[in-house]
């Protein structure tokens, strides 16, 4: 009788799971990015706003550029650290 694979054994749970990691640790780091330009530049007066294109600094920054950085991050993240791994189950016969 054929047994089945434990989690344990399965290797494609390690990369799933450290996939998952990646993948939390993206989303983190966009929600400090946000946070961070949005509530540290715009906490200031109106009237104390730089603006860059028409909007002002603080809504630049975390809506702009931390998207843009995290859309460069997701696609390095997928080129270098991501790989193919078949969903089929192994016959051992």
Same mark, same amino acid.
């Given at each position: ?17 450290? #996939?998952?990691?990646? =993948?939390? =640790? ?45 859309? %460069?991050?997701?696609? %390095? ?6 790989? #193919?791994?078949?969903?089929? #189950?192994?016959?051992?016969?």
């Amino acid at each position: 009788m054929k047994e089945k694979k434990t989690f344990e054994d399965d290797p494609r749970y390690r990369v799933a799971d450290r #996939e998952a990691l990646i =993948g939390v =640790g993206l989303v983190i780091l966009n929600f400090l990015m946000w946070f961070g330009s949005a509530y540290g530049l715009g906490s200031k007066p109106v009237s104390e706003y730089n603006y860059i294109f028409g909007l002002p600094d603080w809504f630049f920054y975390s809506c702009v550029v931390t998207t843009v950085v995290i859309i %460069l991050l997701v696609i %390095l993240a997928v080129k270098y650290f991501y790989r #193919e791994v078949p969903l089929d #189950e192994e016959d051992e016969s």
